[in-house]
């Protein structure tokens, strides 16, 4: 039974965690953003600096590795109050190590792109590290809504 528990919660927790993260990419666009028509304005890349996204944390990977840590800890060491001990342990430790793992999961590398347009006006956009920027780089501004992209 300890075994068919701990086999639903790592299919249930790997379901999970392939919905965690949404891309902050220029290349991709949701199906709701198609069809839809964009402004585009012109510009040269200033400056780019390296940035780290952070998609933020559900909880999931806590609350999953909080529960395979009790389960396989508590099944396989000691008996009565030793399992019971054993059990909330391997909770604690599992829960950080899925906290880790979903922070390493849902935090990834971006740009932060700043353009001068061809107005003079300087802004500033974030965007997943996906394509390559140089300043100088003629650049066009894709927005829409309220998401705005850099693109070559």
Same mark, same amino acid.
């Given at each position: 039974?300890k075994k068919v528990l701990l086999l639903i919660s790592v299919l !249930?927790?790997?379901?999970?965690?392939?919905?965690?993260?949404?891309?902050?990419?220029?290349?991709?666009? &949701?199906?709701?953003?198609?069809?839809? =028509?964009?402004?585009?304005?012109?510009?040269?890349?200033? !400056? @780019?600096? $390296?940035?780290?996204?952070?998609? *933020? &944390?559900?909880?999931? *990977? %806590?609350?999953?590795?909080?529960?395979?840590?009790?389960?396989?800890?508590?099944? !396989?060491?000691?008996?009565? $109050?030793?399992?019971?001990?054993?059990? @909330?342990?391997?909770?604690?430790?599992?829960?950080?190590?899925?906290?880790?793992? =979903? &922070?390493?999961?849902?935090?990834?590398?971006?740009? =932060?792109? %700043?353009?001068?347009? +061809?107005?003079?006006?300087?802004?500033? @956009?974030? &965007? +997943?590290? +996906?394509?390559?920027?140089?300043?100088? +780089?003629?650049?066009?501004?894709? !927005? *829409?809504?309220?998401?705005?992209?850099?693109?070559?």
């Amino acid at each position: 039974m300890k075994k068919v528990l701990l086999l639903i919660s790592v299919l !249930s927790i790997a379901a999970l965690t392939g919905c965690a993260v949404t891309p902050n990419s220029a290349n991709v666009y &949701q199906s709701r953003q198609t069809m839809g =028509e964009q402004s585009v304005r012109m510009g040269v890349v200033e !400056s @780019i600096r $390296n940035v780290m996204i952070d998609h *933020g &944390q559900s909880g999931v *990977g %806590t609350l999953g590795g909080a529960a395979l840590g009790g389960i396989a800890a508590g099944s !396989s060491i000691g008996q009565g $109050n030793g399992a019971v001990a054993a059990g @909330i342990a391997g909770a604690i430790v599992g829960g950080l190590v899925g906290q880790h793992v =979903e &922070q390493n999961m849902n935090t990834k590398p971006g740009l =932060e792109i %700043t353009v001068k347009l +061809d107005n003079g006006n300087l802004t500033a @956009i974030v &965007q +997943d590290a +996906d394509e390559q920027f140089n300043v100088g +780089d003629r650049v066009r501004l894709l !927005s *829409g809504g309220r998401t705005t992209r850099v693109t070559h």
